[in-house]
């Protein structure tokens, strides 16, 4: 395998975590009749451009289908994220009902709608059609298309160009790489700004945030490569923020190379700076990653085999891709984990891929009391926290896995 962006030899492996299917691929009941298609998963460093990624072994369109499940709208916190910012680039771009703004995968609809209240003409791309259509019914149009150079140029040819296009926790998902970040360029005005969040590699590392590796993250994105990447493609970073979604991401701000009008801040460098002093242009950084993986996997282990060695329930909340990571890897069935609770009617009366653990609605915890909840999606830990505290009355506890295995009854921030 090649580097997705510079094309040298990938011959450093520093992850491996086994055989999965896609984290997404919920399953019917039905489905559970039949096999289930695993693909190795297994992170690799670029010792040229120091891009990590995992091989290549499925197509995106695979991943991301009509009947995708993740609906970014159900999580209180990242709507509440998306209401900020747009109060926030609004005010430092000076969008008014003049303005075009583009997001790139725009899934439901759920950043785009601030921009429509404000009457800020928008548009979504998005490939899945079940979230494309409550996008639109929402009153946003939306493209149900991959973008890309090809999209891209119809866009650009149809004088439709941004002067605010962005992309929240997408480009991970591309697998060209490249092509993406080019067709970024061709949508954006001259005077326009890009602005991009995505997971933070140096926060995944530190953080032993293994379980955010799944099939459809292709890349995982250093500041330092990010910005290689967009100066190849005559693209600026002229300014980062390190925010605390997802377990620690990264906003840049991007412009045409050639574009004066937005200095580049102190930020960029101080950031460069910061992945410099953690070592993360060298290989060692990343070859101790595996055995901290492995010690999370045997503490989880031990602590629910103990639970059910004392008779003690488990039930998990949250249906996230990252708990189908942390549970392909780990070997977790039904036996050690009775259900997934969620509060997506889109994953309810499913199973979980591999592990076939149920997923089940929020009356499940109030009629059953478990004694433990996991929660698998711990980035938004004290939303769910704040939202099931009534299971303190049968001295019910919170656990995590990420960093560490933690027991809890409240979050201490």
């Not at 866009?155 to 997408?170: C, E, F, M, P, S």
Request: hydrophobic residues 35%; neutral net charge; charged residues 25%.
């Amino acid at each position: 395998m090649n580097c997705r962006f510079c094309n040298h030899q990938l011959s450093h492996q520093f992850l491996d975590l086994g055989h999965a299917p896609p984290s997404n691929s919920f399953l019917t009941k039905n489905q559970l009749k039949k096999p289930e298609i695993y693909y190795p998963l297994k992170l690799y460093i670029c010792e040229k451009c120091w891009l990590v990624q995992v091989e290549d072994h499925i197509n995106a369109s695979e991943i991301f289908t009509n009947n995708y499940i993740y609906f970014s709208s159900f999580s209180k916190s990242w709507l509440n994220h998306a209401k900020q910012y747009v109060e926030m680039i609004t005010k430092k771009l000076c969008l008014n009902e003049h303005s075009s703004v583009i997001e790139i995968a725009s899934n439901d609809g759920y950043l785009l709608q601030y921009f429509h209240e404000k009457k800020i003409p928008c548009l979504g791309i998005e490939p899945t059609k079940d979230t494309a259509q409550k996008a639109i019914e929402k009153g946003i149009p939306v493209i149900e298309e991959f973008f890309g150079e090809t999209l891209s140029e119809q866009l650009r040819n149809q004088g439709k160009t941004a002067d605010l296009v962005i992309g929240n926790n997408v480009l991970a998902h591309v697998p060209d790489i490249n092509n993406f970040v080019k067709a970024l360029k061709n949508i954006l005005k001259e005077n326009g700004v890009i602005t991009l969040e995505f997971p933070h590699l140096l926060k995944l590392i530190e953080g032993n945030q293994f379980d955010t590796i799944y099939h459809e993250h292709f890349s995982y994105l250093s500041f330092h490569t990010v910005r290689t990447i967009f100066l190849h493609h005559h693209l600026e970073i002229f300014e980062v923020e390190e925010l605390k979604t997802h377990g620690g991401s990264l906003r840049v701000y991007a412009k045409h190379k050639d574009n004066n009008f937005w200095p580049v801040k102190e930020s960029v460098k101080n950031l460069e700076r910061k992945e410099l002093n953690h070592n993360m242009l060298t290989l060692n950084y990343y070859y101790k990653f595996q055995e901290k993986v492995t010690q999370i996997k045997n503490n989880f282990l031990l602590f629910l085999i103990q639970q059910k060695q004392k008779k003690k329930s488990t039930f998990a909340y949250g249906a996230a891709a990252k708990g189908n990571t942390l549970f392909n890897y780990c070997g977790v069935k039904k036996d050690l984990i009775t259900c997934v609770v969620d509060a997506s009617p889109y994953k309810q009366e499913k199973y979980l891929p591999c592990s076939h653990i149920p997923v089940v609605s929020e009356k499940a915890i109030i009629d059953e009391k478990p004694d433990y909840i996991l929660i698998l999606p711990w980035n938004i830990k004290t939303e769910i926290v704040n939202q099931l505290h009534y299971i303190k009355k049968w001295n019910g506890k919170f656990v995590v896995t990420i960093p560490e295995l933690n027991i809890f009854e409240e979050v201490k921030e």
